[in-house]
């Protein structure tokens, strides 16, 4: 399994950007797709979660500004990000879990800023 993270970029506060994952490579029914992000000194948190039926899931500091999405069908996972702040400035990961294992991309950045 094959993650490739795009759409980071530069983006001004309050603004939105759409990040992408595109899986490829042998995948399964059942899985997890994820987002996570880490800033320079910082550790990786995990920012959002959709499982195979769509169901999503995101910590409680993620909730509201952040909707991970998927199509299935083109084995994509989506992550749109309202009102972005500086403090989300960070490269954003995916990774697909299934069957116990992990697999990750390798990051797209996104940077707030004025």
């Known amino acids: 399994v094959q993650l490739q993270a795009s759409g980071g970029g530069l983006v001004q506060p309050g603004g939105s950007l759409r990040v992408s994952c595109a899986v490829s490579?042998?995948?399964?029914?059942?899985?997890?797709m994820s987002w996570y992000r880490q800033a320079p000194g910082k550790q990786r948190e995990w920012v959002a979660s959709?499982?195979?039926?769509?169901?999503?899931n995101y910590p409680e500091s993620m909730k509201g500004r952040f909707t991970i999405s998927r199509d299935s069908g083109k084995n994509m996972a989506y992550l749109q990000m309202n009102n972005l702040k500086p403090e989300d400035s960070a490269t954003y990961y995916c990774?697909?879990?299934?069957?116990?294992?992990?697999?990750w991309g390798q990051g797209t950045l996104v940077t707030v800023s004025s």
């Open positions: 990774k697909y879990s299934a069957r116990g294992t992990h697999y």
């Open positions: 490579g042998r995948t399964f029914g059942a899985n997890v």
């Open positions: 959709i499982i195979s039926n769509g169901a999503a």
